[in-house]
């Protein structure tokens, strides 16, 4: 009983962090960044089953960070659409 209480705590400590993190402009650039690395608009048409599985798990990061920072649908959608507006990694 303990032991879960003790690892709810630190889920919350977890949570509160990446929530403080995604509110600062620091988080927000940061955020915009990884989205952009991840290549999260770009579809995934490579014969490589390696390179296939890289992009997929990189597109996975970015929807755990989303789900574990707890930002609201309209927060999520505007920093993924400012993301996807101001890359610096569009080809």
């Known amino acids: 009983?303990?032991?879960r209480l003790f690892q709810t705590k630190q889920r919350l400590k977890v949570i509160?962090?990446?929530?403080r993190f995604?509110?600062?402009d620091d988080?927000?650039?940061i955020f915009r960044d990884?989205?952009?690395v991840s290549?999260?608009?770009k579809n995934n048409q490579s014969t490589s089953h390696a390179a296939m599985s890289n992009t997929e798990g990189r597109?996975?990061?970015i929807l755990h960070i989303l789900s574990e920072s707890e930002v609201s649908v309209e927060e999520m959608e505007?920093?993924?659409t400012m993301s996807k507006d101001h890359s610096d990694y569009d080809d």
């Not at 509160?16 to 929530?19: C, D, L």
């Open 22 to 24: 995604f509110e600062s």
């Open 78 to 80: 505007d920093m993924l």
């Open 34 to 36: 990884l989205v952009a």
């Open 16 to 19: 509160t962090a990446y929530k």
């Open 1 to 3: 009983m303990l032991s």
């Open 39 to 41: 290549l999260m608009y």
């Open 27 to 29: 988080g927000k650039l």
């Open 59 to 61: 597109k996975a990061m």
